[in-house]
């Protein structure tokens, strides 16, 4: 059996998808029960499991996962269940607390950094702490991209992103490549992102073909940004 289809069989469904592949995937799922839904609109755990996060990524890749405190051993199964092996927790600092819990208020977030394969780890000195204020409505701080355009390799994708990540210079000297994907992703061409069977969203009109799965356009999409 191939590495490939051994990778898809860890996922709960067959992925139907055949676009590029990455070396880097980051991804701030809408996870439950987090906001209001007038905010935006959250995914129950089985469909963030079923993403095919599998195919999306490179034989040799980095995840990075952004979750909530309530929900980390989900989110560590979920890593699983995608073929990546959790390595380290990065937490956001915000500085001031959020929401009471029942078990408190926190005053971290942390992005679950894993790998597949022997994606390397570029740059061993830098710091995996993000220090930075709460922003609105789960807007996740652009230092994030500083730490991942030092650690890990582009091609890269970020899954519910709300735009573009900077383009700031990386190692080699040539700009680090991303693409965008979501209800709330700013793309104008389909070079820009790519199209997810069975996770509809306003981009998948820039394709010229249907995508396989694809829901038809009165049906209510689940997959809000974070």
């Given amino acids: 059996m191939s590495k490939r289809n051994t990778r898809t069989q860890q996922q709960s469904v067959p992925s139907a998808y055949v676009g590029p592949r990455f070396r880097t995937i980051l991804m701030d799922p809408p996870w ?29 890749a980095h995840l990075w996962l952004w979750t909530v405190n309530g929900l980390q051993p989900e989110a560590h199964a979920i890593i699983e269940s995608y073929g990546f092996t959790f390595r380290k927790e ?15 208020m926190s005053d971290h977030e942390p992005l679950l950094f894993a790998t597949r394969g022997k994606a390397e780890f570029h740059d061993r000195s830098v ?7 709460r922003l609105e409505n789960s807007e996740k701080p652009d230092e994030q991209f500083s730490l991942i355009h030092r650690a890990s390799s582009g091609p890269a994708i970020e899954l519910f992103a709300r735009r573009f990540p900077p383009s700031w210079i990386v190692r080699d000297g040539g ?14 061409s389909a ?3 790519v199209r997810i069977p069975g996770y509809p969203v306003p981009s998948d009109a820039l394709f010229d073909t249907p995508a396989p799965g694809a829901v038809a356009p009165d049906e209510e999409s689940e997959h809000g940004a974070a």
């Fill in 175 to 188: 700009e680090y490549e991303w693409r965008v994907w979501g209800d709330q992703a700013p793309v104008t």
């Fill in 32 to 60: 439950p029960g987090q906001v209001p839904r007038s905010i935006y609109k959250s995914m129950r755990l089985k469909q963030i499991r079923d993403m095919p996060i599998a195919d999306l990524a490179e034989d040799d």
């Fill in 191 to 193: 070079e820009q992102t």
């Fill in 127 to 133: 710091m995996t702490s993000i220090y930075s204020p």
């Fill in 90 to 104: 990065v937490p956001w600092w915000k500085g001031r607390p959020g929401r009471p819990t029942a078990y408190g």
